[in-house]
């Protein structure tokens, strides 16, 4: 729409990742009116991936390759 949205963003932690339980990331929740979508970054800042439902009640996950 091109219109700009109010979001918070919180720091949640370091937690596993959902799809590699053995490796630990800073989890973050951007929360907007559309709903949460929560992001993983190393370390070193790299981003790691990011889960978001979507309205029709899926869940969209995106990790790099």
Known sequence: ????KKVSL???GRKP???DPGTRAT???LQ???GPTQLWYNDK?????LRSKLNNG?????RPI
């Open 1 to 4: 729409t091109g219109k700009l």
């Open 10 to 12: 919180a720091r949640l």
């Open 17 to 19: 990742l959902p799809w």
């Open 27 to 29: 989890s973050y929740r």
């Open 32 to 34: 907007t009116a559309d």
């Open 45 to 49: 800042g790299r981003w790691l991936g």
């Open 58 to 62: 899926h869940t969209v996950v995106y």
